[in-house]
């Protein structure tokens, strides 16, 4: 009964490196997200993917890369990591059934510092 | 421009009190608003859909309230409990397109025995 799986939980980056944050789906969801959440802000999307192979912009793509090669993975790439990308990084996914209706899921969260 | 609003930011309330928290929202053309739950360090977990036509729905201790006219949704908690320290997040889907969920940044709950 796993859900959506994020690793890792937690991470710290120096300034410039390059890491991946990794999420898993076990519903057959066609759809999954990146969202990052920030103190005093809601939820902004950064990619998401409507269905294997496609992927498109969020609200915040920039510094960021996307990769949904398995439906039930989507990885998200830091390429060269800032402070600014210090934030809780949520991984969702949904089945779309074209009322809209359908639930988000959402995984645990990476809580990634970059320093 | 498409924004969710949810107030208080913050609420501190004494366990077995109930409590109602607040979403306006400009989005358009709208399609349904969700509450979501959000434990600490944990993912938001959906509590409650209103879609155009519904004006309440409960789930358990939760009721929640829509009125399209005024764009104006809330979240009553009653008998609260110290589980429900969370934060409660209000998202507000656009119609049309694959993904448009406005999210609201939440209002942070604390129950105190």
Redesign the interface.
Known sequence: NAG?TQTPKFQVLKTGQSMTLQCAQDMNHN?M?W?RQDP??????IY?S?SEGTT?K?EVPDGYNVSRLKKQNFLLGLESAAPSQTSVY?C?SSY?DGT??T??F????TRLTVV | KNQ?EQSP?SLIILEGKNCTLQCNYTVSPF??L?WYKQDT??????LT?M?FSENTKSNGRYTATLDADTKQSSLHITASQLSDSASY?CVV?R?GG??K??????TRLAVHP
């Open positions: 959506v759809s997200y969202y005093g802000m809601g939820l902004r999307l998401y409507a498109d969020g949520f969702a779309l809209g209706n639930e988000a959402f995984g645990q969260g | 969710v930011q399609s349904n969700r360090g944990r993912g938001p977990v959906s859909i879609t997040i889907r119609s694959y993904n969920l406005i999210f609201g940044a939440g």
